[in-house]
Antibody, heavy 121, light 109 residues
């Protein structure tokens, strides 16, 4: 069974930084592109970032470019998202997601339970 | 950015009814369109991809149609467990700039 478990969410001050982690199991992690999607009341669902199987190709949403770093550790079956210069509008639930097939399409068949990030002073 | 517009925002329906939800793209996304269902406190669940292909385990009462800029999700006979929020998403661009609609909430009449 595919499982994606996020951690690292919490309350952060504006301007602060955060690392989200996703522990993956139940599938060959190193064979799949992986992504992050976030959801907030104000912005709805928003694709945030994706990373290729070997970590050598990364893509980011334009609105957050320069503040995000997606990375992975295939030996640990783990995905990460570093966010810096956090803003109040970054407050959201961040989901770790996996595509339906190993390729780089955007069909997200598997979602974690989400990690709540709250940016507030 | 491709803007996805869903209508209506809210739909009040009775169990057993047939319902059609609409999704419009600001430019063609070919058939690279997915539908998701989300219930309170849960992550979205993939229903349809490729505009009309049901995901694994999705009941046949869910069907998708359309291509280009106009898409629909039809639920042939609403069950109690279908009351939820439905989102469309395009995944047509490369490099990826995937975007979601704002959602349609199905509520019990």
């Amino acid at each position: 069974e595919v499982q994606l478990v996020e951690s690292g969410g919490g309350l952060v001050r504006p301007g602060g930084s955060l690392r989200l982690s996703c522990a993956a199991s139940g599938f060959p992690f190193s064979s799949y592109w992986m992504s992050w999607v976030r959801q907030s009341p104000g912005r709805g669902l928003e694709w945030v970032a994706k990373i290729k199987q070997d970590g050598n190709e990364k893509h980011y949403v334009d609105s957050m470019k320069g503040r995000l770093t997606i990375s992975r550790d295939n030996a640990k079956n783990s995905l990460y998202l570093d966010i810096n210069s956090l803003r109040v509008e970054d407050t959201a639930v961040y989901y770790c997601v996996r595509t339906i097939t190993p390729g780089g399409n955007g069909i997200y068949a598997y979602w974690g339970q989400g990690a709540l990030v709250t940016v507030s002073s | 950015e491709i803007v996805m517009t869903q209508s209506p925002a809210t739909l009040s329906v009775s169990p057993g009814e047939r319902v059609t939800l609409s999704c419009r793209a600001s430019q063609s996304v070919n058939s690279n369109l997915a539908w998701y269902q989300q219930k309170p406190g849960q992550a979205p669940r993939l229903l349809i991809h490729g505009a009309f292909t049901r995901a694994t385990g999705i009941p046949a009462r869910f069907s998708g149609s359309g291509s280009g800029t106009e898409f629909t999700l039809t639920i042939s006979s609403l069950q109690s467990e279908d009351f939820a929020v439905y989102y469309c998403q395009q995944y047509n661009n490369w490099p990826p700039r995937y975007t979601f609609g704002q959602g349609t909430k199905l509520e019990i009449k």
